[in-house]
């Protein structure tokens, strides 16, 4: 079992910048690949980034890709969302997911633990 608690998110101005936490405990977090998701009202989850177990390997959305990092530090089982150059668009609840696999996918199916949410608003 793996909990996940995230935090960061915020109200923030158009073109500025907040990053995400997520905090994994419970079983090894190194083994877990880790993405991002975000969801606004009225709409389906969709993906956002996601890194492999080493960080390596990172993929992200065509709508945050070259504003959005993903990272992670497996010594303190957290995995990071940088969001550079907010759009409000980009509002929404964010969401941590780990999988039980190395690799990360961008469906929101293949992952196996969630976190709470946090939530990422973006004023015009």
């Known amino acids: 079992q793996v909990q996940l608690v995230e935090s960061g998110g915020g109200l923030v101005q158009a073109g500025g910048s907040l990053r995400l936490s997520c905090a994994a405990s419970g079983r090894t977090f190194s083994s877990n690949a880790m993405g991002w998701f975000r969801q606004a009202p009225g709409k389906e989850r969709e993906f956002v980034s996601t890194?492999?177990?080493?960080?390596?390997?990172?993929y992200y959305a065509d709508s945050v890709k070259g504003r959005f990092t993903i990272s992670r530090d497996n010594a303190k089982n957290t995995v990071y969302l940088q969001m550079n150059s907010l759009k409000p668009e980009d509002t929404a609840v964010y969401f941590c997911?780990?999988?039980?696999?190395?690799?990360?996918?961008?469906?929101?199916?293949?992952?196996?633990?969630w976190g709470q949410g946090t939530q990422v608003t973006v004023s015009s």
């Open positions: 890194i492999n177990w080493s960080g390596g390997t990172t």
């Open positions: 997911a780990a999988r039980k696999y190395m690799l990360g996918t961008r469906s929101p199916y293949d992952y196996d633990y």
